[in-house]
T-cell receptor, first 113, second 117 residues
Framework: DQQVKQNSPSLSVQEGRISILNCDYT??????FLWYKKYPAEGPTFLIS?????DKNEDGRFTVFLNKSAKHLSLHIVPSQPGDSAVYFC????????????FGKGTRLHILP | GAGVSQTPSNKVTEKGKYVELRCDPI?????LYWYRQSLGQGPEFLIY????????DSGLPNDRFFAVRPEGSVSTLKIQRTERGDSAVYLC???????????????FGPGTRLTVL
């Protein structure tokens, strides 16, 4: 059973517009949520994280929103740039208890010129 | 500075053979992780080392899989009697030791693509 779900395999967004990637989780014991970005033939690269005690974390063009009651988080990228085209993985961790990261299946983001 | 490196980048083997995959973590990182990414899936946790010892090996799928980190730096993932279902990209990550109540960024290597024919 998937504890971290990304239901959109792909997403296309016009350059300059906002990209919104969604993620749902089932385990209420998760206390950290992370987004990773992956280019072909490279390992995932950490993008941004949020603790379960917060509902928003912002870093430049990237903002992550967490809705604990809905067990839902989203990553907003604004404005979207061509270099943002990649696979984005939503991930979760019980950071206070162990170190393993549980990943979703990923969403492939295409930024259109 | 150098990131996490993994060798080989690609490995093709025949069913039933033994393979070893190597990971060189970032210098000074005491924590090391192995993940497996199958086609169309996200990375799946296999095992985590803190120093030389395996702190959590709950993700290893069966006893054909084994990993070591004898000196607390380089790690080797070993797969015996490989099966076609073992074909995947094997990712290694490293991080600094985790402080209580926090999470450390895991830095990933480029992975080893294993193909079992």
């Amino acid at each position: 059973d998937q504890q971290v779900k990304q239901n959109s395999p792909s997403l296309s967004v016009q350059e300059g517009r906002i990209s919104i990637l969604n993620c749902d989780y089932t385990n209420s014991m998760f206390d950290y949520f992370l987004w990773y970005k992956k280019y072909p033939a490279e390992g995932p690269t950490f993008l941004i994280s949020i603790s379960s005690i917060k509902d928003k974390n912002e870093d430049g063009r990237f903002t992550v929103f967490l809705n604990k009651s809905a067990k839902h988080l989203s990553l907003h990228i604004v404005p979207s740039q061509p270099g943002d085209s990649a696979v984005y993985f939503c991930a979760a961790s019980r950071g206070n208890r162990d170190d393993k990261i549980i990943f979703g299946k990923g969403t492939r983001l295409h930024i259109l010129p | 500075g150098a990131g996490v490196s993994q060798t080989p980048s690609n490995k093709v083997t025949e069913k039933g053979k033994y393979v070893e995959l190597r990971c060189d973590p970032i210098s000074g990182h005491t924590a090391l992780y192995w993940y497996r990414q199958s086609l169309g899936q996200g990375p799946e946790f296999l095992i985590y080392f803190q120093g030389t010892g395996a702190a959590d090996d709950s993700g290893l799928p069966n006893d054909r899989f084994f990993a070591v980190r004898p000196e607390g730096s380089v790690s080797t993932l070993k797969i015996q009697r490989t099966e076609r279902g073992d074909s995947a990209v094997y990712l290694c990550a490293s991080s600094l030791a985790r402080l209580a109540g926090s999470i450390n960024e895991q830095f990933f290597g480029p992975g080893t693509r294993l193909t079992v024919l």
